[in-house]
């Protein structure tokens, strides 16, 4: 039965399944399965393999085997036991065995004597008797009924899904099973031709049967090839297809060769640009230039002065008489960068306006005016910036400060404002190659790839929490002669109440009794901005000296004059945040210290500390991040429109997924909207499944 309404059978709700009712269905919905290709798609996490059936006899106990037998006698189980036993002796060419079954009772009697039974899991010699101890069976020639049915959970490789409480792999496969018998002709290969030749890919068809039940571990490598490919290939191609777009744009606005505020600006600093401040510069200006929009992605670590970069992008645009905007994606972050633009432009006499979604309506209302008039050139702010009502007179430049909370919808939603400005994305902290190229794929890349000069990275150190005397003495010292501290305490979510209380508990012991010399102050997300400015303020102008503070601090804090941060629980931070916290010593003179106090419970939290204390690369730390945690952790990159990828991983396929890349790439150069016959099946698949993809309409 076919879903007529939509014209696709593989989008037929999964209880069209002769065979499948709203109980099962319900079951499946808790795994995100609704239709017919969902269940298709649902893919095995690994394989057993139990394809060869062995003899029982003379294993050692705990060894796990597949074995086969015929029923002789069925023991059933005593009525009211827990778990019940059902034990079933198995003649098998050597003698009988004895497969134990537990909370199987339904099975009783079904099973009958004579019939072929394979089962698998370990063995446990009882006194000289083998018994194994089935955790998965199959009843291959069920003589009384006559019919035959293929080995699905023994006997073969056998695949194992992501399953959920309520659901059994037994049931998954079996599913799987009857929908491969009747449903396979629902799904239609939608690859061009030329694309599966030239990457050797394994038609759909095939494909789907080889990574449910393959015959051998090869075939299901080429499954899982062929569906990591597609995967990719379709982000890919929304990215390219993204992009071509933008650069088919004309863009309204020209720049001119003023340079005199950049060079005030310059002149101000004190200090030379890097090289590689420089040479991204150069990237962003031949963009600027270019008729076409700017679409480019500037990453650079911790402290490699990217703000920098971002003012003078602005700067260009204010410059040739256009507008700026430089977008946060928190409104503290958006108050930081205003503070800081306010006080580099004031002797450029540019004075940027402030827009957020808290601000009083008078206020706001005026700022919109003078944007929509041209009065104001630069303005910083929040997603707010993206309202409808705001509107202005000639927009140049737009910068996004991602931290990775901008996804690429909205990165669009900023097009659809019926502009073409020139966008600089910007990333907080350095992420894998990988990632950038799926999370950021439609953009253009700059990277900073060195620090200023003069820093001398952080000492590093690891601490269990009894010697954490020995650190605030350390502390002390540092304060007596005249350098500032951050002691952080984890707080992985602004609602975690608990550990706001640990935070003001430590503040208020090591301000009456450890540090009672020094002058402390307490920062959490939860005070009011207003209240976070006083004591930001205090501690950038020397008042204060120790700084005992939630992880709010981690983003742009910049005290020069502060050279130790101890970080409290430090097995309970990402290694992304950690090198962030990291980087908040170790920008003025002198050498700067980093103490981890943590007590690694776990493996991975054990590799994070020892990664943090090797490695000074932002990159590298985040390829590592990558490593242990998955793509899901890597810094808030779940936030951001990464897709769940069920077959590719993208730790593992980077070779793919630049294969992928060049692909959609070389699709969409070669038929910009796909209107090619060969592309055809490719097309209407998208347009079935944008959608879910989250990403960009194509029409
Ligand atoms: P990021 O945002 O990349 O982490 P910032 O832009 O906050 O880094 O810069 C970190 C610090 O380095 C700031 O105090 C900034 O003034 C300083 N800085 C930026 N560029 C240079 C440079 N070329 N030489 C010396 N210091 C610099
Ligand atoms: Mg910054």
Not at 209 to 221: C, K, Y
Not at 492 to 501: A, T
Not at 557 to 567: K, L, Q, R, S, T
Request: aromatic letters at 6%; hydrophobic letters at 40%.
């Amino acid at each position: 039965m076919n879903n007529r309404l939509t014209g696709e059978p593989a989008a037929a709700p999964i209880q069209s399944v002769k065979g499948i009712g709203p109980r099962r269905a319900g079951e499946l919905a808790k795994l995100n399965i609704f239709t017919v290709k969902d269940m298709f798609y649902h893919f095995p996490r690994e394989y057993l393999d139990r394809s060869s059936p062995v003899s029982p006899f003379g294993v050692a106990s705990g060894k796990a085997i597949t074995a086969v037998g015929k029923v002789k006698a069925v023991k059933k189980g005593r009525p009211g036991q827990k778990p019940a036993v059902t034990k079933v002796a198995l003649e098998t060419e050597g003698g009988v065995f004895y497969a134990v079954l537990f909370n199987r009772r339904y099975l009783e009697k079904s099973l009958k004597t004579g019939m072929t039974m394979l089962v698998s899991g370990k063995i446990e010699n009882r006194f000289g008797i083998a018994e194994l101890q089935v955790q998965d069976f199959d009843i291959v020639n069920d003589h009384i009924t006559n019919s035959s049915a293929a080995a699905l959970h023994t006997g073969r490789l056998v695949p194992v899904y992501p399953a959920t409480a309520g659901i059994t792999q037994r049931i998954i496969r079996s599913t799987l099973q009857v929908l491969l018998e009747q449903r396979l002709d629902a799904i239609v290969e939608f690859l061009p031709d030329r694309v599966m030749e030239k990457y050797g890919l394994m038609p759909i068809k095939p494909a789907l049967r080889q990574i449910h039940f393959p015959d051998s571990p090869e075939q299901a490598r080429q499954a899982k090839k062929r569906f990591a490919f597609e995967e990719l290939l379709l982000f890919q191609v929304q990215l390219a297809y993204a992009k071509s777009k933008i650069a088919r744009l004309e863009k309204p606005h020209v720049y001119n060769n003023e340079t005199k505020l950049k060079n005030k600006l310059i002149a101000c600093l004190g200090f030379a640009l890097t090289g590689a401040q420089r040479r991204v510069l150069a990237e962003i200006m031949s963009d600027l230039e270019g008729s076409r929009p700017m679409n480019r992605l500037l990453q650079g670590d911790v402290g490699s002065g990217k703000t920098l970069v971002a003012v003078l992008t602005l700067l260009r645009a204010v410059e040739s008489g256009l507008q700026g905007a430089l977008m946060a994606p928190t409104e503290v972050l958006a108050e930081q960068h205003y503070l800081a633009l306010t006080e580099l432009l004031e002797p450029l006499g540019v004075r940027p306006g402030f827009l957020s979604g808290g601000m009083p309506a008078a206020k706001r209302k005026a700022l919109l005016e003078e944007l929509a008039a041209g009065s104001v050139r630069l303005v910083v702010g929040t997603q707010a910036l993206l309202q409808e009502d705001v509107i202005f007179n000639r927009l140049g430049v737009v910068v996004i400060d991602e931290q990775h909370r901008f996804g690429v919808k909205q990165r669009a939603g900023l097009r659809e404002k019926g502009l073409a400005p020139d966008v600089l994305v910007m990333t907080a902290t350095p992420i894998p190659r990988t990632l950038t190229l799926t999370l950021y794929g439609d953009l253009d890349i700059s990277i900073i790839d060195q620090l200023p000069p003069g820093r001398q990275p952080a000492r590093t150190y690891y601490v269990n929490h009894r010697e954490l005397p020995g650190v605030y003495e350390f502390i002390r010292k540092q304060v007596k002669a005249g350098r500032q501290a951050y002691v952080v305490c984890p707080l992985v979510d602004e609602s975690e109440k608990m550990d706001l209380q640990a935070a003001v508990q430590l503040y208020e012991r090591l301000k009456a009794e450890e540090l009672r010399e020094c002058r402390l102050a307490l920062l959490t997300g939860r005070m009011g901005g207003d209240d976070k400015e006083l004591v930001m303020r205090g501690f950038r102008e020397g008042s204060v000296d120790v700084l005992v503070a939630t992880t709010v601090i981690e983003v742009g804090v910049d005290v020069p004059n502060a050279n130790v941060m101890v970080i409290i629980d430090a097995e309970r931070f990402g290694l992304s945040q950690l090198h962030q916290l990291r980087g908040r010593v170790g920008r003025g003179g002198g050498q700067s210290h980093c103490i981890l106090a943590a007590r690694p419970g776990t493996r991975e939290a054990l590799q994070r500390i020892k990664a943090i204390k090797t490695c000074q690369d932002g990159f590298q730390l985040a390829e590592k991040d990558l490593e242990i945690r998955g793509p899901g952790d890597v810094a808030g990159v779940r936030q951001s429109g990464l897709p769940e990828f069920k077959a590719a991983d993208l730790l593992r396929d980077i070779n793919l997924l630049k294969a992928a890349k060049a692909c959609a790439e070389q699709l969409i150069a070669a038929d910009p909207e796909l209107k090619s016959p060969q592309n055809a099946g490719l097309k209407r698949h998208l347009q079935q499944n944008w959608q879910k993809t989250n990403l960009y309409h194509i029409g």
